[in-house]
């Protein structure tokens, strides 16, 4: 049932008056406005206009702008009035279903996991235990816990082996539908970009474009570009206003100012009370021993600790990831994500389990941008309950990572048919290849300044789309030498190593110079 504009309109307002209602920023509104009353300038027969004239001039507006505009990013669009909830999580029942089952089936395998090893998912730690991690909080990569018999809950082979298995039981009978023709992996009939649509979205990428990443611009030259680009950049960070820094950064960010300008765009400002929540995080860690904490400690230890790029963030990781299972907070997020956290296993303050089985190791590229563990503990709880993970839940979202298969394969077969197809006979599918990539924003495949320019764009767009095309594009780079391979082997020894490859360059060929 859709809303006419006006309807939505107030129903949209509402809920974001509702939701800023109980927020730290609300209370400062109105602290603010208490103070004014005391300021000669506001007068009792204009009182209401003058104390928006006060805000205005003393930056309180445009914080409470930053905030609603946070707000319009993250939750979406309101539904009917008489649309039931679990409408807002996920309009498709069979998508539903499917988000279902699997989350059953990663809880048996957790609690299987926890019978065999005789471990409880949660226990207070003995005094001594917390006295012990407390000390070595900052140095928690010299452990060496054996973690043999700990396995990872699921690998990212069987999560596409159940996303392979997705279908709409609407098209099982009766005339096949056109969408038949799409010969992917992935079966169910979602609507995805093609390219002029993408060219459109994407339009500040376009070719006549200035943009960080790329060398050799023919229309502007980059070092011309870039010191503008640095100029603009600093008056969007003095100006405060999350729209502005938003539609800078799909241009790309100077290396300077992105951590200032993700933390803008993100609302993220880290006040005392930011900081506090952290440390009340960090004692419960202390306080309570969780399954899911060696699991976290296992997946560092096989990820990041070997990664040239990441290894010196280790203690880092630990740090974040181990504050985020314990984070409720983040349990308002799945009023949008399909997914529904398992109530059993929230236990007071103690968190969400089922949080780090679905948590991709993208924290990591974000240490090279926050030292400051409480700053880069919120930048990627952000990051996650607006993008990342949408990678990990079955959805019919444009950004979900059923979706992102989709249009990477659309992409392949319609602009690569011969590539495509050769590739399908020989038994390489290319998803099998490329939802590694896509499932973990390539974090840990591409070299970290690319990483970090691709990164941008996500947050420029709202959306993750760029990873299904960045995806697509690495297969066009490489078609020369992918037609000549035999197995599924052989591609992926040409695909295994992606650090080298320029991510600008590359998005720019595929969108704007393939023929349509």
């Known amino acids: 049932m859709m809303l006419d504009q006006d309807t939505g309109l107030s129903l949209t307002i509402a809920q974001i008056v509702q939701r800023l209602k109980g927020s730290s920023l609300h209370s400062q509104l109105e602290r603010q406005a208490r103070i004014s009353l005391h300021k000669p300038e506001i007068k009792l027969e204009s009182?209401?206009?003058?104390?928006?004239?006060?805000l205005k001039?003393?930056?309180?507006?445009?914080k409470l702008q930053n905030a609603v505009y946070s707000e319009l990013n993250v939750f979406p669009s309101p539904c009917h009035p008489?649309?039931?909830?679990?409408?807002?999580?996920?309009?498709?029942?069979?998508?539903?279903?499917?988000?279902?089952?699997?989350?059953?089936?990663?809880l048996k395998s957790l609690n299987s996991m926890c019978t065999e090893l005789s471990i409880p998912l949660a226990r207070k730690r003995p005094i001594g235990g917390q006295k012990e991690l407390l000390n070595k909080w900052n140095e928690m990569g010299t452990d060496e816990p054996d973690l043999s018999?700990?396995?990872?809950v699921y690998a990212p082979k069987d999560f596409l082996e159940v996303l392979m298995n997705l279908r709409n039981p609407n098209y099982e009978n009766g005339d096949q539908p056109s969408f038949r023709n799409h010969l992917g992996l992935i079966q169910v009939p979602l609507k995805v970009k093609d390219i002029p649509e993408l060219r459109d979205y994407f339009s500040e990428l376009g070719l006549n474009t200035g943009q960080l990443g790329i060398d050799d611009s023919t229309q502007v030259p980059p070092e011309l570009f870039e010191n503008e680009h640095v100029r603009v950049g600093q008056t969007v960070l003095t100006e405060q206003d999350s729209a502005a820094a938003q539609q800078y950064v799909r241009q790309g960010c100077?290396?300077?100012?992105?951590?200032?300008?993700?933390?803008?765009?993100?609302?993220?400002?880290?006040?005392?009370?930011?900081i506090l929540y952290y440390e009340q995080l960090k004692s419960n860690v202390i306080q309570h021993d969780l399954l899911v904490d060696s699991l976290i400690y296992k997946d560092v230890k096989l990820t990041a600790s070997n990664d040239d790029y990441y290894f010196v963030f280790e203690d880092y990781l630990y740090q974040v990831l181990l504050c985020f299972s314990r984070d409720t907070s983040v349990l308002v997020h799945f009023s949008y994500n399909s997914a529904t956290p398992p109530k059993s296993y929230i236990r007071g303050k103690l968190g969400v389990e089922e949080?780090?089985?679905f948590y991709p190791p993208n924290v990591a590229p974000l240490c090279f941008l926050y030292h400051e563990p409480s700053k880069?503990?919120?930048?990627?709880?952000?990051?996650?309950?607006?993008?990342?993970?949408?990678l990990h839940s079955i959805s019919s979202h444009p950004s979900g990572i059923v979706s992102l298969c989709l249009l990477f394969e659309a992409l392949l077969q319609t602009h690569l048919p011969q590539l495509f197809y050769h590739l399908r006979e020989i038994g390489a599918q290319p998803l099998r290849i490329s939802f590694k990539w896509m499932v973990r924003a390539f974090s840990g495949y591409l070299a970290t300044d690319q990483l970090l320019l691709l990164w941008d764009r996500i947050l420029g767009y709202n959306s993750l789309e760029i990873l299904a095309v960045l995806a697509a594009s690495v297969f066009a780079f490489r078609a020369v030498n992918l037609m000549e391979v035999t197995s599924l082997a052989a591609a992926e020894a040409v695909l295994a190593d992606l650090s080298t490859l320029k991510?600008?360059?590359?998005?720019?060929?595929?969108?704007?110079?393939?023929?349509?």
């Open 149 to 152: 018999l700990f396995r990872p």
């Open 82 to 106: 008489a649309a039931p909830p679990e409408h807002m999580k996920e309009p498709l029942v069979y998508m539903r279903k499917a988000q279902g089952s699997w989350e059953k089936r990663i």
């Open 376 to 390: 880069l503990y919120q930048i990627f709880r952000e990051m996650y309950v607006r993008f990342f993970f949408r």
């Open 254 to 274: 100077p290396t300077a100012l992105r951590a200032e300008l993700w933390a803008l765009i993100l609302n993220i400002s880290n006040q005392p009370e930011d």
């Open 503 to 516: 991510v600008m360059p590359l998005l720019q060929i595929f969108l704007f110079a393939t023929v349509t």
């Open 57 to 62: 001039t003393s930056g309180w507006e445009k």
């Open 47 to 54: 009182l209401k206009e003058d104390i928006k004239e006060f």
């Open 355 to 357: 949080y780090a089985v």
